[in-house]
């Protein structure tokens, strides 16, 4: 990888390399924009294949929270961390180690927990540095909120794509029946949507199965089903040359991050065969407002009038990308950067 050419055409800032022998740690930090406040982002843990593959998971995810912040219109940048390690090997100290490198950059990246990651990891971090968050979840924890704002989400979606104001007796495919998935399938049901679901974990599956009368089926049965929505709840990448020919629904609407595994590829791929899609980072923005909040003391009225904006957001993203003739992640993107833009030149005119 040509690494200043990446990074100027994603547009970073900065990028750190962490390392240190005793205990022996290898973390990268992606700081992608700071035009709107600190850079925000969780911090993954995985055994990433090589070094290549752990930088392009930052870049890529730290470029997302940037647009994600900036959709949800929450005065904060864009940033992600990843520590290259296999998860049997964590220690407390290794936290300690991290939390100290989070505390050198002195308040331009704030973190907290993400995949491989538990509330008891980020409390070790949180005993070198206060950039972290989700220490003590005031709020109980981002997903049902980050749920909320996906159900929102699927609501615009049906409205714009299926001119209908509610779910009743429509069909939603969830895969992924997690922290997110499992609360997206309460909300669902609640609002009359008929359930079809999948997970790899054969115990989710059949509580969500009791609890809310779902059709269970095989993890690979999930995107040829002919229901009117899908709502990727799982892993990213989901979106691509393999699936999308296999998909009839006329909506993609989910919380997992990077759903689209080729941007302009598979994004394009979707609007030919008439599916619209909810960019990602537009409507998983919940947990991002909800550890902003517990960030700057919590309000939960204040969080879930930020949350419901998702809805009007997508509707308005959907309305640019159908009239300007631009698949939704780039009408998204767009809208993110006209913000950041904005932010940018009050900035410089307040140095003139
Ligand atoms: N938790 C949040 O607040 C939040 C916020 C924004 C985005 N997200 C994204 O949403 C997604 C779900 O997050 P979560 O917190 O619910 O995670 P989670 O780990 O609690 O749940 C993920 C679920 O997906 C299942 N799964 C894994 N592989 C699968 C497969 N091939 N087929 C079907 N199911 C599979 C797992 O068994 C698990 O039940 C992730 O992509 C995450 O990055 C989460
Ligand atoms: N990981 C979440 C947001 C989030 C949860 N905990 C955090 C701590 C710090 C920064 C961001 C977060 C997302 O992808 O949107």
Request: hydrophobic content about 40%.
């Amino acid at each position: 990888m040509n690494l200043f050419e990446t990074v100027q055409e994603m547009g970073h800032e900065q990028v750190l390399f962490c390392h240190g022998q005793d205990p022996e740690i290898k973390a990268i930090i992606a700081i992608h924009d700071t035009s709107l406040g600190p850079a925000m982002g969780a911090t993954r843990l995985w055994p990433y294949v090589n070094e290549e593959a752990a930088l392009r998971d930052a870049l890529r995810l730290s470029r997302g929270m940037t647009y994600k912040a900036a959709c949800a219109n929450i005065p904060v940048g864009g940033g992600k961390a990843v520590i290259i390690a296999n998860p049997e090997n964590k220690t407390p100290e290794l936290f300690r180690a991290y939390g100290r490198f989070i505390e050198t950059i002195n308040g331009r990246f704030i973190t907290g927990q993400d995949v491989n990651l538990t509330p008891q990891d980020v409390r070790e971090i949180s005993k070198e540095t206060s950039y972290v968050v989700g220490v003590e979840e005031r709020s109980g924890g981002p997903a049902p909120v980050t749920a909320k704002g996906v159900f929102l989400g699927i609501k615009a979606a049906v409205k714009f794509r299926l001119q209908s104001t509610h779910l009743e007796g429509l069909q939603v495919a969830v895969q992924g029946l997690g922290n997110v998935g499992s609360n997206v399938c309460h909300l669902l049901h609640e609002s009359g949507a008929k359930l079809f679901v999948t997970d790899i974990s054969k115990e989710k599956t059949a509580e969500i199965k009791r609890q809310f009368g779902a059709t269970v089926v095989e993890p690979e049965e999930i995107f040829s089903l002919e229901v009117d929505v899908i709502a990727p709840c799982a892993l990213g990448a989901i979106l691509n040359s393999a699936t999308i020919p296999l998909i009839q629904a006329p909506v993609i609407a989910g919380a997992a991050n990077n759903q689209l595994e080729n941007e302009k590829l598979h994004g394009q791929m979707l609007v030919d065969k008439g599916i619209l899609y909810a960019p990602d980072y537009v409507i998983n923005a919940g947990g991002l407002i909800n550890v902003y909040n517990e960030m700057i003391g919590y309000d939960e009225e204040k969080v879930f009038q930020q949350v419901d904006n998702i809805y009007d957001t997508l509707l308005e993203i959907f309305d640019r990308s159908s009239k300007q003739s631009l698949t939704t992640n780039e009408a998204a993107k767009q809208l993110a950067e006209d913000r950041i833009m904005r932010a940018r030149k009050v900035k410089t005119l307040a140095l003139v």
